[in-house]
RNA sequence: GGCUCGUUGGUCAAGCGGUUAAGACACCAGCCUCUCACGCUGGUAACGCGGGUUCGAUUCCCGCACGAGUCACCA
């Protein structure tokens, strides 16, 4: 065990999208791989912005997914309120006290006015109080060095130095009161004992600004880990910081899709992340258990649907034939014997909404052109096939065990006695209860799903196109 | 534009001074097979450019180019 805690901080401000997911999956594997804890605290300290639904959507995401917290709204613990909007008269307090220590100044500026103007830094503590209690509007910003450089070590991108002159006295208290992300963060990570920060590299020029924060309080500076960039492919094949517009993934839209959560989550960790194996894929507790800091990369990966259809097939696989049924239930939408056709499925999709597009056959006979009967490779043509009709007619229509093997058995002993190969056999009969020329499933395994009564129905119907 | 970061096949990526430069996705071929899929085997394909340092650079340093991030009373 260690005192290791992370936090993941979304805002309530749309959709969950793969960037924060990510964030949320990279704070939860840092933590509990090191034995640490991870909290989860809301920023919701931009009114305007607040979408309502927002905050729910990050609770089920992080149930859905497992990402469990050991803190956080609801489930609480030691540090709370976990909701910043909720701890509005903590930042205040604080921002009186960077005042108080130099690290801050009041500003009563119109909003418009040109920065490069404005003198508030050096007004008097008299001035300040008149404003004051004049109920001025003011804002608090921080007062930045204006020479020097600030630097820190980053675990991921190493040593980074900036020039102070580069910072602007940005806004720590905003003129409704709430305190902007940057101060709210650095006050809450530090009353929350936030040992690492782990977020996306976006953050990584701010970085310095928080640490003279920190310095100005006298608090002591949590461990950086800033991860790399993901990126979207946009339609023009550029790449850019995923989001709405490049690649739009929101991890409901995927789920919605058919993607598995725990593959969404094995191929998130990859991205900006890989083993020393050469194992691919992962269930969460395996994450956890090879998850190292050491092994993040810094360079940004592109978010690719290929190899999270690829994961998610895995997955798949992996999954037991009842929660696959269970899961597919919802893609069929017409009476048919869900386990029978979860065996010939399973392997056959690599996400659920392939589903209806490959079993729309079973429910009705499509129409289809007599050619397809006609196949080289299965040895049939327009002789054959009407007598091979008929005769897995008569055979078939004798069977009272319905069961894929006997079907089988049976097919197969017909293709004996008329001296063909079962492929022929197998190839008519399958076009003539399918129509199509490509099925999840041979015949037999067909066959069985639709039963004897369709099954006769279909094969005679198909037979009349020959006579 | 300033500042910061990045650059290994089409994509994700190992590598951390000497390698036949892993592996995966995708693609192609073959095998398996009651079509397809799964699975198996094999194949095509990469160190951005220019200088250094060094006996030796994909690896270290410096330029350049390209890409990205960030410069809000958004987070």
Known sequence: MCNC???FAPSPTGYMHIGNLRSALYNYLISKSLGGKFILRIEDTDNKRQIKGAEQIIYDTLESTGLSYDEGPSVGGDFGPYIQSERKDIYLKYSKILVDRGGAYY?????????????????SAEEVENFLADRKSYVVRQKMPKEGSTSFDDLVFGHIEVENSGLEDQILIKSDGMPTYNFANVVDDHLMQISHVVRGCEYLSATPKYNLLYESFGWEIPTYVHLPLIMGKNPDGTVTKLS????????LDLVNEGYLPEAIINYIAFLGWCPSSNKE?????????????????KSPSIFDYEKLQWVN??????????????????????DVDLNKLSKILKSRISKFDQIPEMIDFLREMPKFDKELFLNKKNKTNEENIPIILEKSIEVLEKISDWNNDKLFERLVKLSDDMNLKKNSVMWAVRIAISGKHVTPGGATEILEILGKEESLERLNNSLKLWK
């Open 244 to 251: 709405k517009r490049a690649g739009a993934v929101s991890f």
């Open 281 to 297: 894929i992962f269930s969460l507790s395996e994450l956890v258990e090879e998850f190292s800091i050491d092994n993040i990369g």
């Open 107 to 123: 500003c009563f500026c119109k909003k418009k006015d040109d920065n490069s103007s404005c003198n508030c830094r050096n007004l």
């Open 313 to 334: 097939a895995q997955h798949i696989k992996l999954l037991s034939d009842e929660s696959f049924a269970n899961m597919a239930k919802k893609y069929v939408n017409f």
């Open 5 to 7: 805690r992370t936090r």
